[in-house]
């Protein structure tokens, strides 16, 4: 496989492990980006926006 694990020990690990560590192989391989963080001016904005909407 391409995060350099044998098939025969794929097989035997946990599933959640294995989705783990191809996570990291295509975080490493594909890069990331950071997740924009709202201010809290942006959230209570929005938050009032939702409010309104009806």
């Known amino acids: 496989m391409r ?3 044998p098939y025969t020990l794929v097989w035997q690990m ?3 492990e294995l989705c783990d560590l191809i996570a990291i192989e ?7 980006k950071r ?3 709202k201010t809290e001016e942006e959230e209570r904005e929005e938050f ?3 409010l309104a909407w009806k």
């Open 48 to 50: 009032f926006a939702l």
């Open 3 to 5: 995060i350099g694990i």
């Open 26 to 32: 295509q975080i490493k391989a594909e890069g990331a």
């Open 35 to 37: 997740k924009h963080v």
């Open 14 to 16: 946990p599933f959640g």
